[in-house]
């Protein structure tokens, strides 16, 4: 029987004057939205650190933030830096997945564990996190994301999560029970393409077992959400999942057509899920932990950990 999904190692909360890098994996940055997150940073008493690329702009292929090996080198330079508590992305887009296997990952196992922050392609990083690493990480807005330099309740939820995490034990949502239902588990998941995608790769994972799936996609027709699930459910994710929270699907159809969509796929599992839980790609995302121990209740649209997110 595969094995469950386990509880994973949370890395310490941010202090006043904590360093942050800033890194960038995926795709490009316009400056004056970088300068404004780091803004946002440093009101927050945190010391925000750009890795030396940054700003690139792949020669050829201008949706990439530079060559492969320079957003591998960022990513790894920032985590491998002793003085760095914390790696934050700037944004998403594509790219992780051609510099992934580009990293060291016996290095940066051995530069222990940080808070690592970011969602959308960002994905596949957190599944290589759990799975190389044994680490817990935050989905959450990323330092150069329109949605979090222009939106407070973003800003304030991840703040909350970085400094003072008992304070987001339980994260509430405006979302309603598609089946309704508690269940326990541990965490997991991130954007439904980037997952789809990941199958049969060497980072991902065979089977959300004992885990509280997290889902939420963006600008995707029905019939492509549709074939990420059903790839899904014929590989075997969602043998053995607890539960299911949906999070935003920005610029997809109607709401009606993907939720009618989502019960289709996904009712049967046997299992609460829960539909609008308010983190993705969407105005006020909320910050959710991958790897904790948590309790689902989807007719109250809450998560509670077991713990805070960071110790």
Request: aromatic share 6%; charged share 20%; with cysteine.
């Amino acid at each position: 029987m595969t094995q469950s999904v386990p509880p994973l190692v949370r890395p310490a909360r941010l202090a006043a004057g904590a360093r942050v890098a800033v890194v960038a994996p995926s795709g490009p940055i316009p400056e004056e939205r970088l300068q404004a997150g780091l803004d946002v940073l440093r009101g927050w008493d945190l010391d925000p650190v750009v890795a030396p690329h940054v700003l690139d702009r792949h020669g050829e292929f201008d949706y990439l933030a530079g060559t492969d090996a320079d957003r591998a080198a960022d990513l790894q330079g920032g985590w491998c830096d002793p003085s760095v508590d914390a790696v934050l992305c700037a944004r998403g887009g594509y790219g992780v997945q051609r510099m992934i296997d580009l990293l060291d990952w016996d290095a940066m196992a051995a530069a222990g564990p940080k808070v690592f922050v970011g969602f959308s392609d960002i994905t596949v990083l957190h599944e290589a996190f759990a799975r190389r690493l044994g680490l817990a990480t935050l989905y959450g807005p990323m330092a150069a994301g329109i949605d979090f330099i222009k939106n407070a309740r973003a800003q304030e939820h991840l703040r909350a999560t970085l400094l003072d995490p008992e304070s987001v034990r339980t994260i509430t949502s405006a979302g309603s029970a598609l089946v309704p239902g508690r269940a326990r588990g541990v965490t997991l998941g991130g954007c439904l393409c980037l997952l789809a995608a990941e199958t049969g790769t060497p980072h991902a994972r065979t089977s959300a077992r004992g885990g509280l799936l997290c889902l939420e996609d963006v600008g995707e027709e029905t019939y492509r959400l549709d074939r990420y699930l059903t790839q899904l459910l014929r590989a075997g994710l969602f043998d053995g999942v607890r539960g299911v929270l949906l999070g935003s699907w920005q610029a997809c159809e109607p709401q009606e057509r993907v939720r009618a969509l989502l019960l289709d796929r996904l009712g049967g599992l046997g299992v609460p899920v829960v539909e609008e839980f308010g983190f993705g790609h969407c105005e006020g995302a909320l910050t959710i932990p991958f790897g904790v121990s948590a309790e689902l209740d989807a007719d109250a649209g809450t998560l509670t950990l077991d713990e805070p997110a960071l110790r």
